[in-house]
């Protein structure tokens, strides 16, 4: 049985892996196209459709990550999945919203009055809801290590030890939904940032987020591939 569960959830691992390289690129043909319709000037309309798509492209991201979560978190959240560079900025299994945004801001301007107003709120929103999930982990990680460092520590009473267990496995389906809240976050600072953009802002968005992601991956083969001696 527990040979079973195993392989499943190393099956559902691998699953997601292949998807999430698959989604790598596929957003890369889509910056590609991005950057050719800017460079060439296309009409809003045109442009509007490869926006819309990027942004969906994200949406089924958060949706394999969803499924992925339910066969390991822990493997979302380590960021195995991601490069060794994308995983030093890594939060709750992915980008923070609002550092993302600090990113993206001097690639969108001129802005407007509104707009900065708008882009600033969202930021500070999602600095707390960043703020709250970290401390709810912090929380839960306390919480969790209690549980296993109780009074039953070193006691040979099985009754004991699997009561114990139970409870630290009832508090990591927590985590579970600490990581979807996470995801949560980001999607819905992706569709907030399109919705306060003009089309042709939300185009040099996705690109320049597009581009950052690049370097990262970019940076870890350099960093892999650098001499040693």
Known sequence: MFISFTIMVALGVYAFDMDHARWVEEQTRQISELRSALAGHMSDNDLRVLVDNGVAHFDELFRLKGNAVKADVFHIISGMWKTPAERCFMW??????????????????????????????????????????????????????????????????????????????????????FVRQADLLRQQALQQMNRILTTRQAARGLLAMGDYFSRLRALSSLWIARPRE
């Open 92 to 177: 709750m299994g992915g980008f923070r919203p609002s550092e993302l945004l600090k990113i993206l801001s001097p690639q969108l301007e001129p802005l407007t009055e509104q707009q900065l107003l708008s882009v600033c709120n969202l930021q500070q929103s999602s600095q707390q809801a960043e703020d709250a999930l970290s401390q709810g982990m912090e929380a839960l990680q306390q919480n969790l290590a209690d549980t296993l460092a109780g009074s039953s520590l070193g006691n040979s009473n099985v009754a004991n030890y699997m009561g114990q267990m139970a409870m630290a496995m009832g508090k990591l389906g927590t985590l579970e939904n």
